[in-house]
């Protein structure tokens, strides 16, 4: 046999070998690839020593207000005043969304000095749209809308209820209770194109001297001389 046929047998076996080692090669790299990238990303896990566990609270204590803060039940003297105020306060046919935003336990009332009045023409879905409202300073912030999404409402309520903001929602708001809140406050009706985009300029707010709500109906207090409050300090930061 010519030297020349054994000669291109070996490289032939030699050429077939390395194609092969390298297609399995490719292969083995391509599949490490492919685990790398559905391979969970490494985390470490803490262990025992000095960290601090997450505080979670429970819906049982988020509805408990905490024990040290200052109260917001109002006295005798000035639920007698309140009443006297009602009288020729603006009333409208529509109360607070929920339980929660009472701040007189013995009236069953929201009772909130000097707060800025949002007037939304639309129902409300999402915490996001009212940012803008809520974190402009002011001693107390009330949302009307003809409906907010529930769990938005219970947001607002915990909120209210741990005193981290003074805050009331009052829903059903209709045509005509717009109009008398419009004319109270002089509050501007916001549509959801405008609370999405941010767009809550203060001229557009509404105000008053004193809010109160109960479940059923609520007033607006144009001019309340003398308003005193159980709870007059500084709103902490947002």
């Known amino acids: ?8 047998a070996v490289v032939l076996i030699v ?7 390298g297609a399995l090669h490719d292969r083995h790299r391509q599949r490490a690839r492919e685990e790398e990238l559905l391979r969970p990303p490494a985390r470490a896990i803490p262990g025992p020593g000095g960290e601090v566990s997450p505080l979670y609270l429970s819906d049982e204590r988020a509805g408990t207000p905490p024990p040290d803060v200052p109260g917001t039940e109002l006295s005798a ?38 707060p800025l009045v949002l007037l939304c023409a639309d129902p409300v879905r999402s915490l996001r749209a009212l940012l803008p ?13 003809p409906e907010i999404d529930p769990t938005l409402v219970r947001t607002l309520e915990v909120n209210q ?22 004319i109270a406050t002089g509050a501007t009706p916001v549509g959801t194109a405008d609370l999405q985009s941010g767009w809550v300029p203060s001229t557009v ?10 479940r059923r ?4 207090v144009v001019d ?11 709103d902490p930061p947002v």
Do not use: K, N, Y
Not at 15 to 21: A, K, R, Y
Not at 227 to 234: I, Q
């Open 1 to 8: 046999m010519p030297s020349w046929i054994f000669w291109l």
């Open 205 to 214: 707010l509404g105000r008053c001297s004193r809010w109160v709500s109960d």
């Open 133 to 145: 409202f809520l974190e402009q300073p002011a001693p107390a912030h009330v949302v009307l809308a």
């Open 77 to 114: 003297a000035q639920r007698t005043e309140l009443e006297r105020q009602l009288v020729a306060a603006t009333r409208l046919g529509h109360g607070m969304a929920a339980a929660g935003f009472v701040t007189d336990q013995a009236s069953g009332r929201a009772v909130l000095d000097a």
């Open 161 to 182: 209820i741990q005193r981290t903001r003074r805050l009331l929602a009052v829903t059903g708001v209709d045509a005509r209770a717009r109009d008398e809140v419009q």
């Open 224 to 234: 309340a001389d003398g308003v005193t409050s159980p709870d007059r300090g500084e």
């Open 15 to 21: 050429g077939t070998g390395v194609i092969l080692f």
């Open 217 to 220: 109906q609520s007033w607006v």
